[in-house]
């Protein structure tokens, strides 16, 4: 009974807290959810995929590491080195395919954020039954709650971190108009969130001998999670100002009117119709409620996008394809 015990509670304390910052993360995206499909996809890329190609890298480069240096130095190689760069090279797999075949889910920095975050806490949660399952299996469930303080709470936003900032140079290559910077931020991405994993890593490692890499290493990881919040903040607030600017020839087209204007174009507005909505049972006016906010809010992208690429002519298709959408949805509400 205390075994099963064991495991559940390992299982419960490595994916629910990824899980519950994984939808913290996805309310910051206000305006624009991205597809509950894609979401689950990230985060299951980062569970299974990403772990497995990855341990595979790790256990094959061990072998002969540990046969050309000392134990110590092997370990910090494995963690520093070896670990990062195959762990971020797998993870950005995920973002890598979504920049191919669903470049259009990447409207803004934040999407490239939303996703690489959502791929890193799937890794992050079955890493973490990994170490409590091992940890329970050799010291009991004392050390698995000691070690769940520093690995669910205190670090627990490390792989978002690190594969956000991938996103994030996935997301600039896509919505950059500059080629310069669509070849340099993917590149610059990828080899951020490797840097933050190996300081990571390396300061953890270092720590069981000496107390200040471990200081270096908390530094490091909740310094590029306060950056990470800046350019979401950023991204939130650019969004918020393409919607208002990008919808309001709208209004005078007739496309939506001045009052679904003033809605679309406030979190607020959007959150208290929306609510009002289900209080009074009605759940497909609440849903269907949510698709116009959506594609409004995708209407005022593609436009945006537009200004930036004006040649694009599959964005003017997607602006005419928008637009219809948006009145024929408008009209049945």
Known sequence: MTVLFGVFLVLVIGILPMTVYALFLWWFDRYEKEPLGLLIAAFLWGAVPAIIFSLGVELLLDVPISQLVDPMAAGLIGSA??????????????????????????????????????????????????YFGSTFAESG????????????????????????????????????????LKIVAPVVGLAAGMSAHAVHNGGVTLGAEWCWPCALALASDWGGVLILLVVIS????????????????????GTLSRRD?????????????????????????WWNLGRYFR??????????????????????????????QVQELGRRL
Do not use: C
Request: no cysteine; hydrophobic share 50%.
């Open 81 to 130: 080195v070896v670990a990062p760069i195959a762990e971020e090279i797998f993870k950005g797999g995920a973002l890598l395919l979504l920049l191919l075949f669903f470049r259009h889910e990447l409207d803004s920095p934040l999407d490239g954020i939303i996703y690489g975050g959502l791929v890193g806490f799937g890794f992050a949660a079955v890493e973490n039954v990994f």
């Open 141 to 180: 469930l004392g050390d698995v709650a000691l070690l769940a303080v520093f690995r669910a709470f205190l670090f627990g936003l490390n792989h978002a971190l690190f594969t956000g900032l991938t996103g994030l140079g996935m997301a600039l290559a896509r919505t950059s108009p500059h080629w310069g």
């Open 234 to 253: 950023w991204a939130t607030v650019r969004e918020r100002q393409w919607i208002a600017e990008f919808l309001i020839d709208e209004v005078e087209q």
């Open 261 to 285: 204007y003033e809605v679309v174009s406030s979190y607020l507005e959007r959150v208290r119709v929306r609510v009002e909505t289900l209080f009074r049972g009605d759940l497909t006016g």
């Open 295 to 324: 594609l409004t809010t995708k209407l005022a992208f593609a436009k945006h996008r537009l200004t930036q690429f004006p040649a694009e002519a599959d964005t003017q298709t997607r602006i005419l394809q928008l637009r219809q």
